[in-house]
């Protein structure tokens, strides 16, 4: 089955520590974004990617980093930078090439900061 | 850049009664929007979506929107609300950046909770 797979789904980090979570689709899409969800904030772009190699910050990224580095992996590292980080994390994809398209969305990873 | 906003952030109805969530875009230019329903802790799954085709959109699960120009509205309906339709629903736009990417932002959602 096409989608969207997004690991682990529960992930607890130590403070100071950095943590990666894990996002692949095998739905052949261009555009991957990841977004951070707290209650009451909606879904905030952190990073989002269009073509190998290349990416974008969005709105909140500060704390933390990505790569590109193939067309089906879009990983997002959580720095120790980042002062607030457990939250739920959305990864998506879109084909990215018209603005119609929608996005398709992971599971999720639940981050918690102990 | 554009953006959408969500008016109300909770929301109660009845079993059987309308469902209307609210939804706000601010654009000069035809937007693309999308409505998405996310169940508690897992991913969010795309309603529908406006593409200029029609102004009223049918989407899954019962729902349409129906986009209004004059209000810069595109708001989500139900005739009927079940049990099953509590969820949070999110209002989305889809926007080139300054680099010629596609770039979707979301409204801060609406949660839906469903009266027996």
């Given at each position: ?17 950095n943590?990666?979570?894990?996002c ?39 704390g ?47 981050l918690?900061?102990? | ?30 937007p ?47 005739p009927?609300?079940?049990?099953s ?32």
């Amino acid at each position: 089955d096409g989608g969207i797979t997004q690991s682990p789904k529960y992930l607890f980090r130590k403070e100071g520590q950095n943590v990666t979570l894990s996002c692949e689709q095998n739905l052949n899409h261009d555009a991957m974004y990841w977004y951070r969800q707290d209650p009451g904030q909606g879904l905030r772009l952190i990073y989002y990617s269009q073509i190998v190699n290349d990416f974008q910050k969005g709105d909140i990224a500060e704390g933390y980093s990505v790569s590109r580095e193939k067309k089906e992996s879009f990983p997002l590292t959580v720095t120790s930078a980042q002062k607030n980080p457990t939250a739920f994390y959305l990864c998506a994809s879109s084909m990215g090439q018209a603005m119609n398209t929608e996005a398709f969305f992971g599971q999720g990873t639940r981050l918690t900061v102990v | 850049a554009q953006s959408v906003t969500q008016l109300g952030s909770h929301v109660s109805v009845s079993e059987g009664a309308l469902v209307l969530l609210r939804c706000n875009y601010s654009s000069s230019v035809p937007p693309y929007l999308f409505w998405y329903v996310q169940y508690p802790n897992q991913g969010l799954q795309l309603l529908l979506k406006y593409t200029s085709a029609a102004t009223l959109v049918k989407g899954i699960n019962g729902f349409e929107a129906e986009f209004k120009k004059s209000e810069t509205s595109f708001h989500l309906t139900k005739p009927s609300a079940h049990m099953s339709d509590a969820a949070e629903y999110f209002c989305a736009v889809s926007d080139w950046d300054s680099g010629g990417y596609q770039k979707v932002t979301f409204g801060t959602g609406t949660k839906l909770q469903v009266i027996p």
